[in-house]
Every structure is written in structure tokens, then in C-alpha cells.
């Protein structure tokens, strides 16, 4: 028997990078996105659908089928963005995935599409509303703990803040998360609300329930295979925002 549509699950969109990827003989540019992403999504409900940078254009016709955007980790948002000079230390340019994750969250937030933005995701999303970026924490705040290299994700204690839709998701005042960054939110942008610190007063996490639900968190919550609830929360409100959109075209 075929499911009925409204019976679906939530169908969510993740960014991708462009790489250089090797597979046999071939050695092309290549969508590329660690699997734990995609099971976060599948794990707790949903449906990924990959989105690697394209024409910013096609950003609109991209979201109009989603119920939920993730937006993912990667390279340094250029600064350029934000009105400052480049850090020697900021990785290069990657102007084409800046431009479209741009357009997509710009698109997500003008139909009210629910986001997950995670560590660049936050950090782009914080430039698209306004804000700024501190380039390199160890030299701002005087600390390696947030990225210690290889390849290997720190651990860090992070506080939600109370009386937050993130302290909802949660359920827990204090969090061991996973990070890999050296970058952090400098000024939060405009309507972005502040939901968890860690204890050198860096904003780790903000939401925003104004123009739909948005949550972005600067550490990796893909990593921790035994705790989907971001994810979980994603699907949730996807899934409500699917239903909702079905009823208005009744």
C-alpha cells in the first residue's frame, strides 16, 4: 500500500561542500558531507536531501520542496561578509558555499522553514542577520580548547541559557558538547537571541522564534551518535511545519 503524502516523513535539506574527492581512477570535484549529518537527520525521522553549492539563483526552487534546512560545518565564512580585514589565520575564500548558504537560509527564513545551523552554519547565519565574527579564538579569548587538531573534536562544558525554546530541547542546564572551531560569534546579529555560553563568555548557541524556528549551535551535535535531540527537534517542527503548509493549501 503507498503511503498517503500527508504521512511522509519531513523531507530536510543539508548543505554540502565541493571537494576535491578520489574514488578508483577518478579524481573529480565532488558534493561531499560527513555521513553523521545525514544520520542525524534519518535517525530521527527525516528524509536528507543533499545540497551542494550551486547557482544562489536556484535557492528559492531548493527550499520550496523542504520542510527543514540544516545547515552544515566547514570552512571559515569570509570576512569580507562582515566588513573586516582577512586574519592571517582565516581559512580561504570559499565564496561559491557562502553565496548559496546564504540564499538558501535567506529563502528558508522567507517561507518559515525551520533551521538547524551547526558551527559555520551559526556563524553564517549570524552574518547573514548583521553580526560579526571574532576570527581566531585562541588569539581573542586565549585558548586552544575550542579546536585542538588532528582531526579530533574537543570536549567542552557548555550552559543553556533558562527560559530559551534551546533550554526546551535540552532539558539540561549544563552540556558536554563536541567542538572544532577557531572562530566565534563576535556581535550577535540582529533579532538572535543568545540561549547557551560556555565559561569564557562565548555565545556557544542563539535561537530565534520571530521568523520561524531557527536554533543554531556552534558545536558539532552530529558527533554524539547516542543524543539526536537538535535533530529530533528539527524533524518535530518540519514535520508540524509540513502539516501546516498542507492544511493552507486545502
Request: glycine letters at 10%; proline letters at 5%.
Amino acid at each position: 500500500m503507498v503511503s498517503n503524502v500527508s504521512d511522509r516523513a519531513p523531507i530536510i535539506g543539508v548543505t554540502t561542500y565541493l571537494e576535491r574527492a578520489q574514488q578508483g581512477v577518478w579524481d573529480v570535484r565532488a558534493a561531499f558531507l560527513p555521513e553523521q549529518y545525514l544520520t542525524g537527520v534519518t535517525a530521527s525521522g527525516g528524509i536528507a536531501l543533499l545540497l551542494p553549492p550551486q547557482d544562489p539563483d536556484a535557492a528559492d526552487a531548493a527550499v520550496a520542496g523542504m520542510d527543514g534546512l540544516v545547515l552544515s560545518g566547514g570552512a571559515d565564512v569570509a570576512p569580507e561578509l562582515y566588513g573586516e580585514a582577512r586574519h592571517p589565520l582565516t581559512d580561504p575564500a570559499r565564496d561559491d558555499r557562502d553565496a548559496w548558504e546564504m540564499a538558501l537560509f535567506r529563502a528558508a527564513e522567507r517561507r518559515r522553514i525551520p533551521v538547524l545551523a551547526i558551527c559555520r552554519g551559526l556563524q553564517l547565519v549570524n552574518v547573514a542577520r548583521g553580526g560579526t565574527l571574532q576570527q581566531h579564538l585562541p588569539e581573542s579569548l586565549g585558548t586552544e580548547k575550542y579546536r585542538i587538531g588532528g582531526g579530533v573534536f574537543a570536549e567542552n562544558a557548555v550552559g543553556i541559557s533558562e527560559e530559551t525554546p534551546l533550554a526546551d530541547i535540552i532539558g539540561e542546564s549544563e552540556v558536554s558538547v563536541h567542538s572544532y572551531h577557531h572562530q566565534g560569534i563576535g556581535r550577535l546579529g540582529d533579532g538572535l537571541v543568545a540561549a547557551a555560553h560556555s565559561d569564557d563568555g562565548l555565545v556557544q548557541a542563539f535561537v530565534d522564534t520571530s521568523a520561524g524556528h531557527l536554533v543554531g549551535v556552534q558545536w558539532h551535535p552530529e558527533e554524539n551518535a547516542e543524543d539526536r535531540r537538535l535533530f529530533a527537534d528539527l524533524v518535530t517542527q518540519a514535520r508540524a511545519f509540513a502539516a501546516q503548509r498542507r492544511e493552507s493549501v486545502r
